[in-house]
């Protein structure tokens, strides 16, 4: 500790001026702490070596591997294990032990970091950000190439959590008996002139008030590029999760292609009782697009007349849309309408009039849960590859879910022996690399001299007695 106390002096010390103080002291620290970690993955790796020795391995030779982290650049040597065997595959104990995978270069917590940075932000603005608060350098490439490793990290954790047995999960049920499904698709550009779709889906057991905010409870996102891997997440975490027999199931679409009420059937099978709705949100949208060229107040009316889920009225009202219509282009518009309404009249029936016992909350949710993605994929014209678009959007709905870490927990059982003697004794020796010597000034000498000051001897004797002052 002296030693560190010493170091940390002098370099405070020799700065110049404050962010110099900073950076000096900065790089003190993480060449110790860097200096300390090697040599505590060396002894770790020295003790795994002798437990395989006991099961048959023997080291076949040692490699050196270097790993970079948020505290910097670790080098560090390692032990190849191998048993005797012709088809007997060598490894790193060290390296399985730690979760860290064949060619990876950084630590887990750097690469969530960036990953985080990145889902609201630019690759080159999240290497700038991580080169401007780390002492390691980075490209907007090697940014790429880490959001395309975690979003393929947290799919495989998805499909593992997928093929979890239900049996084996005890089921809840929500507090309000109502179970919430919203699905809808979101357009981005690919690379040339193509366009890839989003497909997302949520999960929830309604919503409840926080100030002034209307919060979901209990929400799940899922979203990819496919559609059939979303729909089979979601019907397996709704089966695996909760007693549907318990529950009633309401859904909410735009009754788009894929987000039909026969898709959300298919993830509420078993259940109590299943209510599909039309989304309120895509009926007004619709509703304007097609009567654009009618007054307000005509409008208004057929929207009074859908929540009223009056088909004689919206009729007339429709037949009244026509007549104004000026050019067979809006006569159209009111004839896809009509077919609109008339295809999805059965949906678009609201909830208070269906004689449920408790009305849903939250839906209608789904819409304003894009932005997320919209902003991150869509905004300066942006364009993805298949295999880029896919990660970022895995990437996103981990941090929505709040299950980015969990993307990262290795397979293999952690390290639980407990730190050993050599171990702290060899800490100890780096904390106390030197003792702290307090200076105590010049130290004069003198020559003996019996001849006159004036001589070569007088005067190398003078120039001794008094010391030079630079």
């Not at 880029?388 to 059982?413: C, P, R, S």
């Amino acid at each position: 500790m002296e030693y560190i106390v010493t170091e940390i002096i002098k370099t405070i010390k020799d700065s110049e001026n404050a962010i110099e103080r900073e950076m000096k002291l900065l790089h003190l620290f993480l060449q110790l702490f860097t200096q300390a970690l090697t040599l505590a993955f060396e002894i770790i790796d020295a003790e795994l070596a002798e437990q395989y020795k006991k099961e048959g391995y023997r080291v076949e030779r040692r490699d050196a591997r270097t790993i970079q982290g948020l505290f910097g650049t670790v080098t560090y040597r390692r032990r190849r294990m191998k048993k005797d065997g012709p088809r007997a595959k060598g490894f790193y104990p060290l390296d399985r032990q730690l979760g860290f995978v064949k060619y990876q270069r950084f630590t887990a917590l750097f690469m969530k970091r960036v990953a985080e940075v990145a889902s609201g932000s630019v690759y080159r603005t999240t290497a700038d950000v991580i080169n401007r608060l780390t002492l390691t350098t980075i490209s907007h490439q090697t940014v790429g190439s880490i959001i395309k490793q975690v979003g393929k990290q947290y799919a495989a954790w998805e499909k593992q959590q997928s093929n979890q047995e239900c049996g084996t999960i005890e089921l809840t049920v929500p507090s309000s008996s109502i179970v919430c499904i919203e699905g809808d698709g979101l357009l981005i550009k690919g690379q040339g002139a193509q366009q890839q779709e989003v497909h997302r889906l949520q999960v929830s057991e309604g919503s409840e008030q926080q100030g002034n905010r209307s919060v979901l409870i209990h929400p799940h996102f899922f979203a990819s590029t496919d559609h059939q891997e979303v729909v089979q997440q979601a019907t397996e975490y709704i089966q695996r999760t909760y007693d549907l027999e318990q529950v009633l199931v309401v859904s909410n679409s735009d009754g788009g292609s894929g987000y039909g009420p026969d898709v959300f059937a298919g993830m509420a099978v078993g259940a109590h009782h299943h209510e599909h709705v039309l989304d309120r949100y895509h009926v007004n949208r619709k509703l304007k697009e097609r009567l654009y060229f009618a007054e307000t107040d005509l409008q208004d009316a057929i929207r009074k007349a859908l929540w009223k889920h009056q088909w004689e009225s919206v009729q007339v009202l429709l037949d009244t849309a026509e007549s104004v219509a000026s050019c067979p282009e809006e006569q159209e518009h009111v004839r896809k309408l009509r077919k609109y309404l008339e295809r999805n009249w059965n949906w678009l029936k609201p909830m208070r009039l269906r004689g449920l016992t408790c009305l849903p909350t939250g839906i209608g949710a789904c819409e304003s849960n894009h932005r997320i993605y919209s902003y991150r994929m869509k905004r300066q014209g942006r364009n993805w590859s298949k295999q880029g678009g896919k990660a970022m959007v895995k990437v996103i709905t981990a941090i929505k879910n709040h299950e980015l870490d969990k993307a990262f927990i290795g397979q293999e059982k952690g390290y639980e022996e407990s730190v050993s003697r050599k171990f702290h004794s060899t800490m100890r020796r780096i904390m106390k690399q030197a003792k702290f010597v307090p200076h105590v000034g010049i130290h004069q000498g003198s020559i003996r001299n019996n001849k006159a000051v004036s001589s070569a001897m007088g005067a190398l004797a003078k120039s001794l007695a008094m010391p030079a002052i630079l």
